[in-house]
């Protein structure tokens, strides 16, 4: 006997109108005859019958065939917590801002959901990175992120002071509001708020970008994907805070050691349309573009 397909749905139901998004998606799911998932802190919200309600972990993405993702790009790097361990791809449909990990847009919902049910799209891996913070030569914590690591001032008052190393050399010692450590991906996030440089999904690398840095070197860096970046916070230092994402917090002691290297697992990104990257960033970001004429033809 076949296994019933299954599809996990995780929606930022805090947002307007991403509650019917959801109930569309279930319809059409349940008119595929593809057995849908909804998590337990969601499902009062999108109230529906007949689902499977999972719990808030990756047991909830194992053995599904997608991920379908109602929200911004903070929905689906919540979803992606969920689906990495799995393998399980997430397809994001956009419902925030920018959404530059979206592969839809809410108008194309119903034709989105068609795709999937007819497998009708392909799977590209991004690459992540894992962390590990050290004190006293002991591992106190560890994590990971698909977009960035940020190292950051625990109080707006004081500088974070710390020496940043590349595979094993001390490179600059800087006073700082903080340091980015970040992958393609995250180079459209955080490091390019803090003036990093725009990195092509393809291209394999690692980001370092200091964040307000009161020293003579202290530009956005591009380091090769197989190099561990480390960041050493001074023992006089007054502490700091490592976010991954932008959603996982861990506190820094002084004299802390962060290091950071090319996660052992990527997070899959189901893509429905070959559009290239120089296209979506025009798009996202409203580029103006008026005046080009193309590739002259010999």
Known sequence: MTEKRSVLIVTHTGRPGAVRSAQLVLSRLEEAGIAARVLDSEAEDLRCAGVDVMPVSGAAAEGAEVVIVL??????????DLARTSGTPLLGVNLGHVGF?????????????????????????????D????????????????????????????????????????????????????????????AFSAGGPVVWPEVEALLVVPISA??????????????VVALELLPATSGGVLWCDGRRRIELPPGARVEVRRGERPVRLARLHLTPFTDRLVTKFGLPVAGWRGRVLD
């Not at 929200?71 to 992606?80: I, N, P």
């Not at 847009?105 to 690459?127: C, F, H, I, P, S």
Request: hydrophobic share 45%.
């Open 131 to 190: 962390v590990v913070v050290r004190q006293n030569g002991g591992i106190i914590a560890t994590g990971w992120a698909l977009n960035e690591v940020s190292v950051e001032k625990a109080s707006r008052e004081r500088m974070l002071e710390l020496v940043a190393e590349i595979d094993g050399r001390p490179l600059s010692r800087w006073g700082c509001d903080g340091v980015v450590c970040a992958t393609p991906t995250g180079s459209t996030a955080y």
């Open 71 to 80: 929200g911004g790009d903070g929905t689906l790097l919540r979803a992606a």
């Open 101 to 129: 990990l979206a592969e839809a847009e809410r108008a194309d919902l119903a034709a989105t959901v068609d795709k999937v049910a007819d497998g009708a799209y392909d799977v590209e891996e991004r690459m992540t990175v």
């Open 214 to 227: 009161h020293a003579l070197f202290a530009r956005p860096m591009v380091v090769s994907p197989h190099s």
